[in-house]
């Protein structure tokens, strides 16, 4: 039974960059694959949309924690010695972007068809159809929703502890059992959480208000 | 390595898991309801024009939205008490996902709200409805088909979700297989069939939700 | 008879006043010094070039504008933001948007009935008989079930104008409302819309059709950058146009038709 | 690996608890430290190798070792016969007494006393097995993640009381002084090391090791000093859960 | 000279031809048994009443709607759902929607220099150059920065010829292009149209402008619910209307002008 002291607030910061550089990897990741698959999922190709749905079906379906589980010890079952930071990054990447690739999806189906036909009208090719078009009103619709994902993946990092990372929540846990004071030691985890999402939000209404100056 | 997989002891549990996916599926849909409640009447409330009226709605959403949930959870469990309310389990688990799946449903739909052309908010005005009609029957719906995919990940997340609430030792899938898989330390069989009886709840979500969007969303649109 | 309903209302009382309105956009000054008094009973034809103010104008006067300056009195109540009977007002007139609004996640038919539901209370059956009458008025009821965006442009406008009319104000305002039709329809919701103003109804009308002016209006009322430039009889504004603006103007119609 | 592999390389993977002071636990300097870990460190020490350790949850000691991602488990391992079946135990060295823990102004002389109570444990912890087979049946047992959160729960009024090993008497006190003690004993649980079924080599190296510090007095001192109590005597044999590779 | 050029192409090839098209909406039958060729240089004028099919016959031209039996070509190329050409096709066809579809999030200069940027590879300077002319040529180049939700009706509707004219197509689809003018902006848009039509530009518009089908139209087609009803040249079509409905409907023109 201790106190807090400098020495577990040192231990909560070392938590702190594992849990940024984990949501670091989850934002690349999911963001990449995330488009590949919302482009995917409204593509013209029913075998293509089919396959993405199935996707997104799995990878958002099941718990983060197991697919972390699999990566990491199911495919060590085959012989397969997976690196912890590999089996993360492969895990986060599925998670992200199915979730983001479905987020992103509605709201690439949710821009009015009219846009569509006015960029096939104007003779624009698939890539600037979405780059220039459909994309960027796609994005104002799903500002609060990104950004509201992304905020719990970063907290979802802590799911990272079962292949042995001691990130913040691990760290807060840790300490919680050392000096059983799991109320103190969770908030103060709690108001590390909130100031690393803080910014973000910021960041979200920050690029809503800048759309929202083209808004109809 | 030479594992040879036995899901004999974990179907000799079954009807534990069947039990504790009905947990699971309770605590989902509950706070669900409950979540989606919340994120319709919050962003009714934060979309005003009155800044002190939004205020709360936007503190409320910034604290629970960048907070654990298990610290929120936590919250509710073992610290209410030393304020006088003491909440079971179930209802603290209930309450505690409805709170956070709001929180989160207020911002995915304000963002559906937003997308709305101010013609149909002028439109609706104009043929002297009130701003609670305007809302409900003119913004809504469209709003809610902008993001439809999104809060269904949003539901299925919190699905996924109820599983913190163990910690809690709310009565749910998770903590079933956490029994058994201390009973047989058969770990890779109970994950598996965990996974898999997850699979099937959030697809039955995602199905269900499919369903409400192809009948209530159905209309054509330009 | 009718024609001395239509163009001495009986009653003399102002329904609509604007009072040295002035409205920006930003920077962009909208409308400048706008005076305007509208009688009860009173037809008006607002006229003038692409972006001279016309919307601008008739939406103020549906309050959904904020004006900087001058005040706008409708039905007795200053329209200042703060208003609290804005809605009462709002159920009083009807407006027919240029670009028409309709709801695209209701039906033709919800749409129209809509207002009577909502707004006076109607119940669903009398709403939607209302609804159908209106429709009918425009050539329009065999589309009733289906969504605006499965209407053609001109399909949508008259259900722009019928929905409108199923409020049963005591103002319409109309931005523009045969501009998407062709001239067989107008001419018939221009005979819809006679027949609304030999009721006494008061109206405002945007439009280019200079026929409907001459049979209808009480007054032309030319607009340009944001004035009023000239505000006439029809006779006196088609005969003897005073302001070198309007007379360019009517030249172009003229030499046009 | 075998034991004559992890030699020739030079570091032993121990996997141990992360989280459950004082047994194992990742101090707030980031170094693994506890009971296990000075136990691990002297048979690293009689191998002549490195040791490095890979802090575990609960749920996931077993795997790990059936996988091979650690050679051994120091892990606050209770010995007993479910989880024999998956892994070999060597002879104990750390013994756990489980108690029942409630307010002193309850009244608790048999676990009859108990029926309908809410009593909290960590859950898959010796404890739970424990409580639920002497009271399962009578009470509701609430089974949270770990020690603190249990103990949280009494304090907070959520349970009534907890099934705790003998570290809770001590915690309670501290959080609030003189309202608790301890009620029943249960039973006492011994712990053991794990190695992977079949390996005879690691079984033989780890019992011979154990039996050596036994003698020696260093084991008595670990457990004095991070338990405040003496080394307790320790069974020859326990039914069904056998120490040694047949 | 420029009256040879006008009612005499001198490339006489099929640019755009339709063979027996049909096209349902679920059970509606919009288009029906609708046979069309266009020679290159061609100026086609389409009218009819509201709903009946003007918009849906050249959106199948623009392949943006598919159609349920009959072939469309257009520069030699099947239109079939497949056609790996059909942005290629699209880039020399321009339209002019009858809802404008400006895009909300880009500048008026923006959306005029999206085609010559992304689908010829226009610099960005030259592709601005190239906006600020057309938009000149429709009188609305003062509001280049301005974002769509800003402009009026009118405005709108001239940025929306702009951006296609933009793209410098060999082909202009135009629907009902200055529905939204007034007089004196009417005559300045058709005079551009004119204009085009003088270059050589093949053309099909639908307006109810019958001034500008007399005095530009080599061919004026009348529809009626989802059917070609009759085909004539301009004086023909005018003078000596040979279908009953085409009569009617001419009336109306007549008597209301
Ligand atoms: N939100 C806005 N921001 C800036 N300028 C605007 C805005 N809305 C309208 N304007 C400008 O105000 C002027 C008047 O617009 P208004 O819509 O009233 O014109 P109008 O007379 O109805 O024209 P039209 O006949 O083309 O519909 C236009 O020049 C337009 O560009
Ligand atoms: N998506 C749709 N679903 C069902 N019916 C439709 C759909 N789109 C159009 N229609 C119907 O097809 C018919 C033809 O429409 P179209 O838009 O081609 O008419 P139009 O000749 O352009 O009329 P207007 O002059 O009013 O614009 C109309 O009766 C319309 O109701
Ligand atoms: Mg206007
Ligand atoms: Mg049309």
């Excluded at chain 2, 956490?178 to 997850?198: K, L, W």
């Excluded at chain 3, 933001?81 to 407006?95: L, N, S």
Aim: charged share 20%; glycine share 8%.
């Amino acid at each position: 039974m201790g106190p807090i002291g400098e020495n577990e607030l040192f231990f909560l910061l070392q938590g702190l960059k594992w849990t940024v550089l984990l949501a670091i990897i989850g934002f690349i990741g999911g963001g990449v694959f995330g488009i590949l698959i919302a482009l995917v999922r409204t593509s013209k190709h029913q075998f293509a949309r089919l396959a993405s749905s199935g996707y997104i079906a799995l990878f958002q379906g099941t718990p983060l924690l197991m697919q972390l589980f699999v990566v990491y010890y199911g495919v060590a079952l085959l012989g397969i010695d997976v690196n912890a930071w590999v089996a993360v990054a492969i895990a986060f990447t599925l998670h992200a972007s199915a979730f983001l690739g479905e987020i992103w999806r509605g709201s690439i189906e949710a821009v009015p068809k009219g846009q569509t036909e006015a960029a096939n009208a104007l003779g624009l090719h698939y890539v600037s159809r979405m780059r220039d078009v459909i994309l960027p009103q796609a994005l104002k619709i799903s500002m609060p929703a990104t950004i509201g994902f992304l905020v719990q993946l970063i907290k979802g990092t802590s799911l990272a502890a079962i292949v042995g990372f001691i990130e913040l929540t691990r760290a807060g846990q840790i300490i919680s059992n050392q000096t059983y004071r799991p109320l103190l030691v969770f908030g103060i985890v709690g108001i590390i959480y909130l100031m690393i999402c803080w910014p973000l939000s910021h960041v979200g209404s920050g690029l809503e208000k800048r759309m929202a100056k083209a808004a109809r | 390595m030479g594992y040879t997989f036995d899901f004999g002891a974990v179907i000799d549990r079954a009807p534990e898991l069947f039990w504790g996916s009905l947990g699971t599926l309770g605590l989902a849909f509950a706070g669900m309801l409950l979540a989606l409640v919340i994120g319709v009447l919050g962003v009714a409330v934060r979309t005003s024009k009155v800044a002190w009226v939004r205020a709360p709605v936007i503190a409320f959403v910034e604290v629970v939205r960048n907070t654990p949930f298990l610290v929120q959870i936590f919250f509710i469990y073992f610290a209410l008490p030393l304020m006088g309310i003491r909440l079971n389990p179930t209802i603290t688990a209930i309450i505690a996902l409805g709170i956070n799946g709001g929180a989160y449903a207020i911002e995915i739909i304000r963002g559906g709200v937003e997308s709305i052309g101010k013609g149909q908010i002028e439109a609706g005005f104009a043929l002297g409805l009130h701003k609670a009609d305007v809302f409900r029957l003119i913004i809504l719906k469209p709003a809610l088909r902008a993001i439809f995919p999104s809060l269904t990940s949003q539901f299925v997340m919190l699905t996924l979700t109820t599983s913190v609430c163990t910690s809690i030792a709310a009565y749910e899938l998770t903590s079933a297989a956490q029994r058994i898989e201390s009973d047989t330390f058969r770990s890779f069989e109970v994950y598996f069939t965990v996974t898999a009886i997850y699979l099937v709840i959030s697809s039955l979500m995602m199905g269900i939700f499919a369903l409400i969007s192809r009948s209530y969303f159905n209309y054509p649109t330009r | 008879m009718e024609g001395a309903v239509l163009n001495s209302p009986n009653d003399q009382s102002t329904l609509i006043s604007l009072d040295k309105v002035e409205k920006w956009y930003g920077s962009f000054h909208a409308l400048k010094n706008i005076n305007l008094s509208v009688r009860k009973g009173e037809k008006i034809v607002l006229c003038g070039p692409s972006g001279s103010g016309k919307s601008t104008l008739i939406r103020c006067i549906n309050a959904l504008e904020l004006i900087q300056d001058g005040k706008i009195v409708v039905e007795g109540q200053l329209l200042d933001g703060t208003t609290k009977a804005v809605d009462a007002i709002r159920r009083e007139v009807g407006m027919v948007f240029q670009n028409f609004n309709l709801f695209p996640h209701m039906t033709v038919l919800q749409n129209c009935a809509l207002a009577p539901m909502r707004g006076r209370g109607a119940s669903r059956a009398d709403a939607e008989k209302l609804a159908r009458k209106y429709l009918e008025r425009v050539r329009i009821l065999d589309q009733a079930e289906k969504y605006p965006a499965q209407l053609s442009g001109g399909q949508q406008q008259r259900v722009a104008i019928a929905r409108a009319l199923c409020m049963e104000p005591k103002v319409m305002l109309f931005d523009e409302p045969t501009s998407a039709l062709d001239p067989e329809m107008v001419k018939e919701v221009l005979d819809t819309m006679i027949g609304l103003a030999r009721d006494g109804m008061t109206m405002i009308c945007v439009t280019h059709e200079m026929g409907f002016a001459r049979q209808v209006a009480d007054r032309v009322i030319f607009m340009a950058s944001g004035e009023i430039i000239e505000e006439a009889e029809p006779e006196t504004f088609f005969k003897n146009p005073k302001h070198d603006r309007t007379k360019a103007f009517l030249g172009e119609i003229l030499a046009h038709h | 690996a075998s034991v004559e592999e992890i030699k020739s390389k030079g570091t032993l993977v121990v996997g141990i608890q992360g989280d459950n002071a004082p047994w194992g636990f990742v101090n707030s300097s980031g170094k693994q430290d506890g009971f296990d870990a000075d136990v691990a460190t002297l048979f690293a020490k009689e191998l002549g190798v490195k040791v490095q350790f890979q802090p575990l949850a609960v749920a996931n000691r077993i795997p790990a070792l059936t996988t091979g991602k650690v050679d051994i488990l120091f892990a606050t391992m209770a010995m007993t016969q479910e989880r024999a079946k998956s892994i070999q135990y060597s002879k104990p060295y750390a013994a756990n007494t489980i108690s029942l823990y409630a307010a002193k102004a309850d009244a608790v002389k048999s676990p009859t006393d108990v029926a309908a109570w809410e009593i909290g444990v960590p859950k898959s912890s010796s404890q739970d097995k424990a409580v639920t087979d002497a009271v399962g049946s009578t009470a509701t047992i609430r089974r949270f993640d770990d020690d603190a959160a249990t103990i949280q729960a009494l304090i907070s009024g959520q349970v009534k009381a907890v099934g705790g090993n003998q570290f809770y008497g001590q915690r309670l006190d501290a959080a609030s002084s003189g309202t608790y003690e301890r009620k029943i004993d249960f039973l006492t649980t011994y712990n053991g090391v794990g190695t992977r079924l079949g390996e005879k080599d690691w079984n033989e190296t780890v019992n011979a090791f154990l039996d050596k510090i036994k003698g020696s007095g260093e084991l008595a001192a670990i457990t004095k000093k991070w338990m405040a109590i003496d080394l307790p005597t320790f069974p020859e044999s326990i039914p069904n859960i056998p120490f040694t590779v047949k």
